[in-house]
């Protein structure tokens, strides 16, 4: 179930609720400089909340790409989506470095990104800087509240992961599986017990996984544990 907190806005201004780690980020401050009523609060779902609808999550590319790593940016998304009704995705830095901040093949990235625009339904609009990310901000808070008349409001509605949810992230544990290789793998074998009981010829048949993954995930599943400790 959805939980509301109503914010009333501060003398006419628009006001942002800001969840209190972002504060380093620089944005606040930027945000406070633009006439705007910044609310430091403990946010359970997003960094930025402009309206009762709009709730934002803001990435810096470094971030972003660690989130894809660990799996973390889809289910902050999902409980976004889940909690407002326009949620929107912030990637802030210069874009021509998303393909050059880490080690990561390009499949991996455009993949995400495609997940995130076609499954999720989220928009991700791209920002160089603290700068333009609190105009970008400032500009949702003001046509949100000021032109729709529409107050900000904490929502949260944190859902539980869904059995698909808990086989991908099971999945997703094995050397070099990405959130997309493991849908990928569970379309293809149907259930988790399938996948661990699979050879290495079976596994390579899985688009994109290849001879060397197949064999350092079969070498994983089927080595005898022995405890270090």
């Known amino acids: 179930m959805t939980k509301v907190q109503r914010i009333l806005p501060v003398d006419g201004k628009p006001t942002v609720l800001v969840d209190h780690r972002e504060r380093a980020s620089g944005v606040t401050m930027i945000l406070e400089r633009k ?7 403990q946010l359970e779902v997003g960094d930025y909340v402009c309206s009762d609808r709009v709730g934002i999550e803001r990435k810096s590319i470094k971030d972003f790409l660690s989130s894809i790593i660990d799996h973390r940016i ?15 995705l912030v990637i802030e830095g210069n874009p021509e470095l998303l393909y050059l901040e880490r080690n990561m093949h ?25 700068k333009e990310t609190a105009a970008l901000i400032f500009w949702i ?50 259930t988790p017990r399938k996948i661990f009981a699979a050879n290495e010829e079976k ?11 197949a064999r350092k995930i079969f070498k994983l599943l089927n080595r005898r544990y022995e405890d270090g400790e």
């Open 141 to 190: 808070a003001y046509r949100e509240q000021v032109k729709e008349k529409r107050k900000p409001q904490i929502r949260s509605s944190k859902r539980a992961p869904t059995t698909p949810q808990q086989q991908e992230f099971l999945i997703a544990g094995l050397p070099h599986i990405n959130s997309v290789m493991s849908r990928r793998m569970l379309k293809k074998f149907k």
């Open 106 to 130: 390009e499949n991996v990235i455009r993949g995400a990104l495609a997940s995130i625009a076609i499954d999720y339904k989220i928009p991700i609009i791209w920002t160089q800087n603290p």
């Open 74 to 88: 889809f289910n902050q998304l999902e409980n976004l989506s889940g909690s407002y009704e326009k949620p929107v």
């Open 203 to 213: 596994l390579m048949k899985v688009d994109g996984l290849g001879k060397e993954k």
């Open 35 to 41: 006439n705007v009523s910044v609310r430091p609060v």
